[in-house]
């Protein structure tokens, strides 16, 4: 771990020497190196650039602001990442009971309140690397207020969202069993008042939550090694579980139900804490779990469940099968093995011979070559940005204001990007991991998974979305903008938009990393010549910028 | 648009054209020759006229088995005991005429009197027990793991085998989208895809050359950025083509993204104006139906089809929710009816717009369900009914062969799973044919399509 660190950063000084990884002039000095901590051994002088930062909270946060470039630029990668490790959560569920007060969590309201606490937490928590993560996560282990009724029990998704918070740094083994009890999960994969079978009705334990922890959470359909790549026997590749393993782990999964109920199937419902076990309704009978793991006759319901899940969690596939998406979902589509192999070995033994640590499995992520040297190393690096996260940036980047209601609102993120926290169509998130977009990309056998959500029809109706975001809600459009609406502050852009070669290039290191070529550069700031400058009372150059270069393919593929 | 699939010679392995490959005539077997589908098609129907297929897609699984139930005697005895809570009441059953050759008579779900009366018309059929099948299988072909379609009971692995008939799934391509890239070339605007989807992307329609078009089912949204003829719209519009012209042929991705943003744009144009000079459909539909939102789509797409050049067009439209885990009881009905409303209404929008004989509306799902009860919900399972739709549709019939209801019976897989005794590439290819595919076309749209007695289920005439 220490020479890839090493590697690393000698590389982010490589690539700051000769003025930038992706081509474009790097907008910022290199500072000079910081003091060498008391005791430490650090590697040679690492200041990370303001490009390379931006870079780098592009992969780390919900977007890149001004202010966040400048503070990480000067300091190591590593310092970053680590002060962000060590950063405490900002949770989800304290901030929704402040928006809703009403008691009911299962109106519009409710809805609007979990999205503002979301949006609130993207938009402005210093957690920004715990919270992207969890959301991450979010789209791996999979609930959504689209399923099972959810959409009336908001308390009991922002609860779900908060142990994805609170574990992203924490144990892997943690995160699987709260995700496992968390009653929301119970309720939408169909583990909360799953009975033991009774072979005299025909009765069967469900075996939802069994196949979807095995196939979306923890191993994946094929076995996998440690670089992620599937492994093979005969030509085919070897499944990872079968349908008998799905049938036992569903007889686990059996007997659980809300805390505090009267009795199993009963009434009062508690979204906020863990499901408990009722033993009368847990199949007792002996089990063998996937790779012939014989769980005993006799055992109660949380036995049994520990049982289960440290035989998912000690599985070989764990590593390589959740490295290797949130390597997807933080950085590029279509990692090499050998990056996939650092990342899945730093999960199987953190340095310290602990298996399944968060935060040493995100620093692989984050700080590997491939992560920092980008398209330097592969021409097609990168991965298409969400489009949530398209506008998340906008308003981080341009310091968006709260509405008139002192609250970060916006209930329509699934209708205009569509996306939005815990609001999947199905468990299978808004994309899939292996997707594949249509032609030169399947072609070449890439994976794309973002692109699942791009057709005509969505790119448009996005477009239109950010268009509004510019043009419509600014501070100072006053009755124009909807009082409640979220306003970008467009005041530091004019003041740069007398001279347009300047203005794009602020907007090159805030929103493009720095990565914009001089082709697109010039093209641009010719443009911006030819608009006025007193236009819009002076906001028409920075508006059409932002537009323009938020809409472009080179700044929607994040590289 | 016409360039063909680069496919490796270990795909056409998997596609059985290993002999082929690597040599000039493997193009040739594939039919990828612009008009070589299309000019036998043509031939076939005698002259250019309109056909659609429009493919209803329910996902999550919907239990066939609540749909069309046997309501006869010991018939409807069997299923009663199979299902149990779950079973609908014998005397809440919409009877249906006829019987099969079994013997059994059937009924529709009490929440389908639309689709009773299409059946009555004859403008509605039921295929049984169909679901993915690598070749015909029975129980003891199942016990014994004899060539059975990988990953059963997984959702995204069986949507993605019944929309693909080609179980590795490697191709990345659907059915929908290899028949459209056989007959695209009867189209006069080859801008726009043969293939239209008011679902959002999906595998189904794409394939090597054709990726559908999508579009909601408001209409198309046309960027606001450049929706004006003023200087400043133009000068605006001049940059951003130029930024789309300078994101081709460099990043795999941002080339993807510039190409699909071009497209947007200019068939933004041309739908708009067509729909705004189509037909008014009078055809009042289902409110609050998302189903029947998107059919109300289909149907003015429909009407643009002279204008727009269409001679051949699939359409792809969804419903989702009928993964019914738990409450089944109170869930699936809501769905059946929102169902049985959108299809009637939509079928009443091709009579009114003169061309009921010449699109055939036909449903897709995961899979079936499980005959037995978890309680108060059914489980993943295999076979299931489907329906189709449409005037040429032979109606008011049961096509294929309705299974023993049983659990642990002989059509039973294990926990009430019934194995299809019909396979989609069958109930595909009876739709191709009729759609203007020849039969060799349908070997390669489905390659399993041999191994099975028929080709033609005969639900088309």
Same mark, same amino acid.
């Given at each position: 771990m220490r020479s890839i660190l090493h590697a690393a950063l000698f590389a982010v000084l490589l690539l700051s020497a000769c003025g930038g990884g992706g081509g474009g002039s790097d907008s910022g000095g290199i500072t000079p190196p910081p003091e060498p901590p008391p005791g430490g051994n650090p590697p040679p002088t690492t200041a990370v650039t303001k490009a390379e930062a931006a870079r780098v909270l592009t992969q780390a946060s919900f977007g890149p602001t001004q202010t966040e470039i400048d503070a990480l630029a000067g300091q190591t990668l590593a310092s970053w990442v680590d002060a962000q490790l060590a950063a405490p959560p900002s949770l989800h569920l304290p901030l929704y009971r402040t928006y809703n007060t009403s008691g009911d969590d299962g109106n519009g309201p409710a809805r609007t309140a979990r999205q503002e606490a979301w949006f609130e937490h993207a938009l402005a928590a210093p957690d920004q690397l715990r919270q992207r993560v969890a959301f991450a996560l979010s789209e791996i282990m999979v609930v959504s207020e689209q399923g099972a009724g959810l959409n009336n029990v908001q308390h009991g998704l922002a609860w779900y969202y908060d142990i994805l918070v609170a574990n992203a740094f924490g144990d892997f083994r943690t995160l699987l069993e709260q995700v496992t009890l968390a009653p929301a999960m119970g309720r939408y994969l169909s583990m909360l008042g799953n009975q033991k079978p009774n072979p005299a009705t025909g009765l069967r334990a469900d075996e939802n939550f069994a196949r979807e922890i095995m196939q979306?959470?923890?191993?994946?359909l094929v076995q996998l090694n440690t670089d992620g790549t599937p492994r093979v026997q005969g030509g085919q590749a070897l499944s990872s579980y079968t349908q008998i393993d799905i049938e036992n782990l569903a007889r686990v999964f059996t007997g659980w139900w809300f805390a505090g109920a009267n009795r199993f199937g009963a009434n009062p419902q508690n979204w906020t804490a863990p499901m408990v076990p009722y033993e009368d309704f847990h199949d007792r009978d002996a089990k063998i779990l996937v790779g012939n793991v014989a769980v005993p006759a006799g055992l109660g319901a949380a036995q049994d469940l520990d049982l289960a899940l440290d035989t998912l969690f000690q599985h070989p596939n764990v590593g390589p099968f959740i490295g290797r998406q949130l390597i997807q979902k933080l950085v590029t589509s279509n990692p090499s093995p050998a990056y996939v192999g650092r990342v899945a070995s730093a999960f199987n033994d953190? =340095?310290? =011979?602990?298996? =399944?640590d968060m935060k040493a499995l995100v620093r692989a992520i984050l700080l590997d070559e491939e992560a920092r040297r980008g398209t330097a190393l592969s021409p097609n690096f990168g991965k298409p940005r969400e489009p949530l996260l398209v506008q998340t940036h906008l308003w981080r980047a341009l310091s968006a204001a709260r509405g008139n209601n002192g609250r970060y609102t916006y209930a329509t993120a699934s209708a205009d990007f569509g996306q939005a926290a815990l609001a999947a169509p199905s468990v299978f998130n808004f994309f899939s991991p292996s997707y594949m977009a249509s032609g030169a990309i399947a072609n070449a056998g890439l994976f794309s998974p973002e692109f699942q959500l791009a057709n005509e029809s969505s790119i448009a109706i996005a477009f239109n979305r950010l268009y509004t975001s510019i043009f419509r809600d600014y501070a100072g459009n006053g009755g124009a903008s909807p009082a409640n609406a979220i306003r970008v502050d467009l005041a530091n852009l004019v003041a740069q938009s007398a001279d347009p070669a300047a203005l794009v290039e602020s907007l090159n290191l805030l929103l493009s990393s720095g990565q914009m070529s001089a082709a697109e550069k010039s093209a641009l700031a010719a443009y911006l010549t030819g608009v006025s400058a007193t236009a819009a009372g002076g906001r028409q150059r920075a508006q059409e910028a932002l537009y323009l270069i938020l809409t472009s393919p080179m700044y929607l593929v994040q590289k | 648009m016409n360039k063909h699939p680069h496919w490796t010679r270990r795909e056409l392995l998997k596609c059985g054209l290993a002999a082929a490959a690597g040599s000039a005539s493997w193009r040739g077997a594939l039919g990828v020759l612009a008009g070589a589908g299309a000019s036998a098609a043509e031939a076939q129907l005698g002259g250019s006229d309109y056909r659609a297929l429009v493919c209803v897609y329910l996902f999550g699984a919907n239990d066939g088995y609540n749909l069309l139930v046997p309501r006869n005697g010991s018939f409807y005895s069997q299923y009663a005991t199979a299902r149990g809570n779950l079973a609908v009441p014998q005397a809440q059953l919409l009877s249906l005429n006829g019987a099969d050759t079994g013997g059994r008579e059937f009924g529709l779900h009490p929440n389908t009197p639309e689709l009773k009366s299409l059946y009555d018309t004859e403008n509605l059929a039921v295929v049984a027990n169909v679901g993915t099948l690598l070749q015909p299988t029975t129980k003891a072909d199942y016990l014994a793991s004899r060539n059975l379609p990988p990953r059963l009971f997984s959702h995204n692995d069986q949507q993605d085998q019944s929309m693909s008939s080609e179980p590795e799934a490697s191709l990345r391509a659907g059915w929908g989208g290899r028949l459209g890239e056989r007959l695209m $070339?009867? !189209? %006069?605007? +080859? +801008?726009? $895809?043969?293939n239209i989807s008011i *679902? %959002?992307? !999906?595998?189904? +329609?794409? *394939?090597g050359s054709v990726v559908p078009y999508v579009i909601g089912s408001g209409g198309v949204t046309k960027l606001t950025a450049f929706n004006g003829t003023t200087p400043s719209f133009i000068n605006r519009k001049a940059v951003y083509d130029g930024i789309l012209d300078r994101s081709l042929g460099g990043h795999l991705f941002e080339a993807h993204s510039g190409a699909l943003t071009r497209r947007s744009m200019s068939l933004a144009d041309q739908v708009d104006s067509a729909l705004a000079a189509g037909p008014a459909i009078n055809t009042v539909f289902p409110a609050g139906n998302r189903l029947g939102d998107q059919l109300r789509m289909v149907a003015r797409l429909i009407g643009t089809r002279t204008n727009l050049q269409a001679k051949r067009q699939v359409f792809f439209v969804s419903l989702g929710g009928f993964d019914t885990h738990d409450d089944q009881l109170a869930d699936h009905p809501v769905l059946l009816t929102q169902v049985s409303q959108a299809l009637k209404a939509f079928h009443d929008a091709t009579v009114e717009l003169g061309v009921a004989n010449q699109v055939t509306t036909f449903t897709m799902s995961d899979f079936g369900r499980t005959l037995g009860s978890n309680g108060d919900g059914t489980d993943h399972a295999w076979g299931s009914n489907a329906l189709v739709l449409g005037g040429a549709v032979g109606g008011g019939r049961v096509y294929g062969t309705f299974p023993n209801l049983s659990i642990d019976g002989p059509d039973d897989a294990g926990k009430g799973r019934i194995i299809p005794t019909t396979s989609w590439d069958q109930y595909g290819a009876t739709l191709g044919r009729w759609f203007g595919a020849s039969d060799s076309d349908l070997n390669l749209v489905f390659p399993h399509l041999n191994r099975f007695a028929s080709s033609d289920l005969g639900f088309l005439g």
């Open positions: 979306l959470m923890t191993l994946g953190n =340095g310290a =011979g602990v298996r =399944g | $070339s009867m !189209n %006069g605007n +080859q +801008q726009l $895809s043969i *679902a %959002g992307n !999906n595998r189904f +329609q794409t *394939a």
